[in-house]
């Protein structure tokens, strides 16, 4: 079984599982799907009820995936390959989930296809080409598989970066009305708003408006609140969180609020990555790629955010963090020679207790925040006290766990 040690993207398809007696509701075992540079699309089972993840192999094989998108029981996964025209594959999970058969696929109308999202309303899905600074439309049918190329929009612009010769499309959301849809081009230091006709599933040729960032802030992904009324935005290579106020009437933004999510002195050193709001309606979540951070802030009334906490992700080049909404755990995968690793939020923030995985199996759970790499149990991850591997035991419910991981010292006992 392959390491997940290139972790590109990660997406989250359900599992028909039973539920541990003594869990939450929503609890239950499911699958995270992870895209790897060597063209394979890694599954990983994840139970709710422990907070583990486990690799469970190579589920199917995209060339370069770039990003991944799961709709039970479709996934949709883009692919990238250096100089052609991005594509995305329709697959189709089987009943255990780990496995995924080729539906069919389909151009992204542009080169460099980096991002993904789904208009369930209109059946729509839309592509983020990087390279080409485009997005488009494609329908998808009734049975999951794509349809047609339905629009093509180009954006323009360029920026003061060395990375922002022209436009550099990174990321692309509809709005919660379904009239539009917004895109982050870091290239032109612009979000363009174009409009979207769920009927057609198509783009409007021109954009409605544009919001200009200041030079070389290189917008990269963004995010609306729950209510619809505000987008937060993260910027890559400032690494700054932008509040936005969103007006569905006229498809405009304005800028609120402006704040940095790295400490390093060096714009070189700045860099982020992610950004998702909770499923709550008043959390943020934000990646900090250099620096292997994730920052939680709370959304205010007035739409602002306020800093709660900054923890280490265990890795570093953190790049994606898909989230369960029901499960209150929220998972991320790393690129560079880290595992795809998860959390579990309580309130919005992190306790100091998460989990590791490699694909090929060992799973350690992180009691302190702050792992080293176990050098003789295949890439198994312990405590920062060096704690070595203890035999796993079945965990008679989910105090026990919890007693497990506050006990000190650590005993064999209680290693479920």
Known sequence: MKSLSAALVVALAALAAAGCASAPPGCAARVAYAGLEDGTVQALRFDECAGRLAGAGEAARVPRPRWLLARAPMLYAASDEDGREGRVFALRADRDATRLEKV??????GVGTTHLALDAPSATLLAANFNAGSASSLAVSG???LGALA?????TGSGPHSRQAGPRAHAIAVDPSGRFALVADMGADRVFVYGFVRATRQLTPQPVSSLALPPGSGPRHLAFDRSGRYVYLVTELTAEVVALRWSEQDGRLAALQT????RAASAEARSASEIATGADGRFVYVANRTEGSLLVYRIDPA????????????GVDVRHRPQRPMAARRQFSQQGREPFRHRRAVRGAF??????CDARGAVEPRVHGIDRQHPKENQRWIAEDSWAPLPRRDCPSRWATRRCARSRPRSRACCC
């Open 143 to 145: 049975d999951g598989s």
């Open 151 to 155: 629009s093509t929009v180009k954006d």
């Open 104 to 109: 069919n696929d389909a151009g992204a109308g």
């Open 351 to 356: 306790p100091g207790r998460a989990a590791a």
């Open 259 to 262: 704040l940095p999510t790295s």
């Open 303 to 314: 739409g602002t955010l306020a800093l709660v906490q900054s923890v280490p992700s265990g």
